[in-house]
């Protein structure tokens, strides 16, 4: 058998000897000991080295004493060495022509039949030639025409990114350009073998594209077109075209891609789980055929907020944010971020998250109501912020969040609280209008979806005092009280009022009675009943609570203490007025409540991009 990896070493290496024979014995033993070695898939090339070597070493040692090559092993003899040693013996023979003119022809037969021969052979040879460089060529083509880019990894840059441009931005007076993009696969739709269009999608500007095999265009290139799954990301080069698409699908009508160059930078999984068209569909639309289930939407928010729709909605939101802020600095507000763990419930009850911290407990921020007070105190005059806003209320209504973003602002004021009105107004008047002057497209593909009224407001905008706001309820049929809070159905009604009389859907209610505010609230000069608090209200809904609050120390104190707030919770906020405090006032707004209300939506959950409400933690 053959020898064991152990016996392997241990083969006599006859390197003295002076015989032939003898080293002829040592290399077919030492041969042996290398077939084996590479038989055995255990060792490795490095392990089989030394053997080789060795093999080698008692070759060159057996040409050095006989002067030639050791012959081969013996493997016994072939039909092809039989038949070459008759061949050289009939050359020995001497030659006996029985029939020369017979000889002659059977030659000739001969001679013909090798080169019919070689002719076919060199044929074959040319076929095989011919096929082999359209294989690379095809391979060739397909790299550079089409498949599966490499991993954008970083490895290097090669200014791509500066070629590559913006669908929105694709016109009819381009045609004729060659261009470069990254774009979703919105759409497949094959038109035979030959011939495939895609709808491509960066946001919320569509395009139509087309791939059709001819003289330059492989059907190979089709096939691959025809094979991308929905959502995948891919690079388009291709030459604009002129068209003329109907649909409201696609924003750029007048023109379309004709690809010549398509890699996929990123392959998405085949089936979705929702359809972009499903979740596109117009509320009629729905009625008629379904809709997405709202928690379906939330559990696959990555896929769900590709709509056009949805995309508009979160610029929008953005837009606020950005509105907000400008008009702000114009107005002399200095941006501050305030801590969203606390030692205590920022404003009483409870309604807090409560957490651990370290050995002791925290709570997360109601509101950044106390710390922009202390801002004030602190002589930083106006301020604003804009951050997250955590309430533990179990309500599972279409306007409550656990979690929201609070737009916030606080500021001193001279004389009288209605200096925070005429800023606060003026705030919203610039919210509204820029946002129906720079996003009115975003607008127009939301209201494709969810059509609505558009939002109307007044300039300046209407100031509705408390008393006078109930005695429009009471006239209209509605039992309240002058010092009742307003349920949620008669916040609508009194909107609903307002449209009707004012024809606003935006306006602020002022003087609301003391009992109903914040112990820091400061009330009424004239009636102690009342306070200088408002809300600012929207399609009938409130989106805004600010008051003046009390700046002196002594009354703060007496409130707190009137509303059971224990002092000691609130002890550095209280400390911040003993030592001189500017009269000030301020408020706060819920983004995600603005952006639902201005585009009229159904539900709070889609303005925020990952809602958490008492029953929804992820994603």
């Known amino acids: 058998g053959p020898p064991t990896r152990t016996s392997l070493t241990r083969i006599a290496c006859p390197r003295g000897m002076g015989q032939a024979e003898d080293l002829l014995a040592a290399i077919a033993a030492a041969g042996a000991e290398v077939k084996a070695a590479k038989s055995d898939k255990t060792r490795t090339a490095d392990q089989n080295k030394p053997l080789i070597d060795k093999l080698l070493a008692l070759k060159a040692e057996y040409k ?4 030639e090559d050791p012959p081969a092993p013996n493997k016994g003899s072939s039909k092809k060495d039989k038949k070459a040693k008759a061949e050289k013996a009939a050359a020995a023979a001497p030659t006996v022509v029985a029939n020369p003119e017979k000889a002659a022809k059977n030659a000739e037969k001969k001679a013909a039949k090798a080169a019919a021969k070689a002719e076919k052979e060199a044929a074959k040879a040319a076929r095989a030639a011919e096929l082999a460089a359209k294989r690379r060529a095809a ?3 397909a790299t550079d025409m089409f498949g599966l880019l490499p991993r954008v990894q970083s490895a290097e840059r090669t200014g791509k990114a500066d070629r590559f441009v913006k669908i929105e931005t694709l016109n009819g007076g381009m045609v004729g350009q060659r261009v470069e993009f990254r774009a979703r696969v919105q759409k497949v739709m094959p038109s035979g073998n030959k011939m495939c269009f895609l709808q491509l999608r960066q946001r919320t500007a569509t395009l139509q594209a087309i791939v059709r095999a001819d003289g330059d265009i492989p059907a190979a290139m089709v096939k691959f077109v025809q094979k991308l799954t929905l959502e995948s990301i891919v690079d388009v080069t291709g030459t604009i075209i002129q068209a003329d698409i109907t649909g409201a699908w696609c924003t750029q009508k007048d023109i379309e891609i004709s690809i010549d160059r398509l890699f996929t930078v ?11 068209d499903d979740a596109s569909r117009s509320e009629k639309m729905e009625k008629e055929m379904g809709k997405v289930n709202q928690d379906t939407s939330l559990d696959y928010r990555i896929v769900d907020v590709r709509t056009m729709a949805n995309q508009s909605i979160f610029r929008i939101q ?4 950005q509105l907000f802020r400008e008009f702000l600095y114009t107005q002399g507000f200095q941006e501050i971020h305030t801590p969203k763990m606390i030692s205590a419930a920022s404003e009483g009850g409870a309604e807090v998250f409560k957490l651990n911290y370290f050995k002791d407990s925290a709570y997360l921020a109601q509101s950044p109501q106390l710390y922009k007070q202390m801002a004030i ?3 930083f005059d106006r301020v604003f912020e804009i951050g997250p806003v955590f309430r533990a209320e179990d309500s599972n209504t279409h306007r409550h969040l656990c979690e929201f973003t609070g737009l916030d602002l606080e500021m001193s004021i001279v004389e009288h609280y209605h200096e925070v009105l005429d800023v606060m ?3 919203f008047v610039h919210i509204f209008s820029e946002l129906q002057r720079r996003f009115s497209k975003e607008i127009a593909l939301i209201n494709q979806q969810f059509e609505r009224e558009p939002f109307q407001f007044l300039v300046p905008s209407l100031r509705l005092d408390w008393q006078d706001g109930i005695k429009m309820l009471q006239e209209d049929g509605v039992d309240i009280g002058v010092f009742e809070d307003l349920s949620t159905t008669n916040e609508k009604r009194l909107g609903a009022l307002v449209k009707a009389k004012y024809g606003t859907d935006f306006y602020i209610l002022d003087k609301f009675p003391l009992h109903i505010r914040p112990f820091y609230t400061m009330p009424d000069p004239k009636n102690t009943e009342y306070s200088n608090s408002y809300d600012f209200m929207m399609r009938g809904e409130e989106i805004m609570s600010g008051a003046q609050r009390i700046h002196d ?6 409130r707190a203490k009137l509303l059971d707030v224990d002092l000691s919770t609130v002890a550095a906020y209280l400390e911040s007025f003993d030592y001189g405090s500017w009269p000030h006032g301020g408020g706060g707004v819920g983004m995600e409540r603005v952006v639902m209300l201005f585009l009229g939506l159904p539900n709070i959950r889609k303005t925020s991009l990952f809602p958490r409400d008492p029953k929804r933690l992820n994603p």
Request: proline share 9%; with cysteine; glycine share 6%.
């Open 139 to 141: 391979e060739s083509m």
């Open 64 to 67: 050095a004493v006989t002067g």
């Open 553 to 558: 120390p002594e009354l703060l104190r007496e």
């Open 266 to 276: 990123s392959a998405s999984l085949p089936q979705l789980p929702l359809q972009l």
């Open 318 to 321: 953005c837009g606020v944010c």
């Open 377 to 379: 105190n602190a002589d």
């Open 425 to 427: 107004d003026q705030l």
